[in-house]
């Protein structure tokens, strides 16, 4: 088919215009960005998928979607423009506190409790699953360090913030924010953590950005993860981009990471039904939240089991 002879549909303001993608072109892109990243699109947002398509395919002077497609299968050079495909895909929104049940939770219930159980020389250890240009790990250092200073409590702390963004990754090293991503951050702490680069750009302080270990990692390949035993794991806003069977797979995932004890908190709505024998849900208001037992509640759990047998 001659490109004159295709429908066109704008995704862009102005003139500039991309050709119309017919369903069968929409499935394959569904098929790959199921398999690769297990991203689910639904038809609904068949529109996002041609606007950022587009945004990109204008950028290297791709006018047809098939091509692109190909290109994204050839060697080296698919492998890097994939790469940069995906940014355009998964990063979302974010800002510093933007969940303030779940911060709430940390300082109030988990901290509280990890610091009784804990021993000298106390160390947090933390994985922020998901984390975009940095912001959410950003924040959980704050809020930890905060509870700590508060209770004149001396210790160490340790954050693993992974995502499959690239960019995003880069962004977080960095740690440089303009000033609306600040937006639900008190001056306090802003003035203690963060140093004014710019007219209305801040930058994380050093000390605190190198307590922080941005890595890439596809959720879809957890089992691989070289990360060891967490305290507490922090997964938000990304099961929301996968189906219930996947969700799954990554919270069992992320679960062989979490220490006796230790316990992983997800987006609430984000997950249905789901049950693991070596967690508990802990009720609190607003958040999901599991805790995984320690091995004197599983011998317990089993003494019972065998006195009802």
Not at 37 to 60: A, D, H
Not at 94 to 115: A, D, N
Request: charged share 25%; hydrophobic share 35%.
């Amino acid at each position: 088919m001659l490109a004159s002879d295709k429908a066109f549909s704008p995704v862009m303001g102005g003139t500039d215009t991309m050709y119309d993608m017919d369903d069968d072109q929409f499935t394959l892109w569904q098929a790959l960005l199921k398999q690769r990243i297990g991203m689910m699109m639904p038809y609904e947002r068949k529109s996002f998928l041609v606007t950022n398509l587009g945004i990109r395919m204008r950028e290297i002077g791709c006018s047809d979607y098939q091509e692109y497609y190909d290109l994204l299968h050839s060697g080296r050079s698919g492998s890097v423009e994939w790469s940069l495909l995906v940014d355009r895909l998964t990063v979302h929104e974010t800002r510093f506190f933007r969940h303030k049940s779940s911060l709430s939770f940390i300082s109030k219930y988990f901290l509280p409790e990890w610091v009784e159980r804990a021993a000298e020389p106390y160390t947090v250890n933390v994985w922020s699953v998901g984390c975009a240009t940095g912001e959410e790990p950003y924040t959980l250092a704050i809020v930890i360090d905060q509870y700590m200073k508060e209770k004149n409590i001396e210790s160490y702390m340790g954050i693993i913030a992974s995502d499959i963004s690239l960019t995003s990754i880069a962004v977080g090293r960095r740690g440089v924010y303009h000033e609306r991503k600040l937006r639900e951050m008190d001056s306090e702490a802003r003035d203690t953590y963060m140093t004014r680069v710019g007219e209305k750009q801040y930058q994380v302080n050093k000390d605190m950005r190198q307590r922080i270990c941005f890595t890439y990692m596809n959720v879809l390949e957890i089992g691989k993860a070289p990360v060891g035993k967490m305290d507490l794991i922090y997964c938000q806003n990304l099961l929301i981009y996968f189906d219930q069977e996947r969700r799954n797979k990554i919270i069992n995932g992320l679960t062989e990471h979490l220490l006796p004890g230790g316990i992983i908190v997800l987006g609430s709505g984000e997950v249905l039904g789901w049950q693991h024998p070596e967690l508990e849900k802990i009720p609190y208001e607003k958040i999901l939240a599991y805790r995984r037992k320690s091995v004197n509640d599983n011998e317990a759990n089993q003494s019972v089991q065998g006195l009802r047998a």
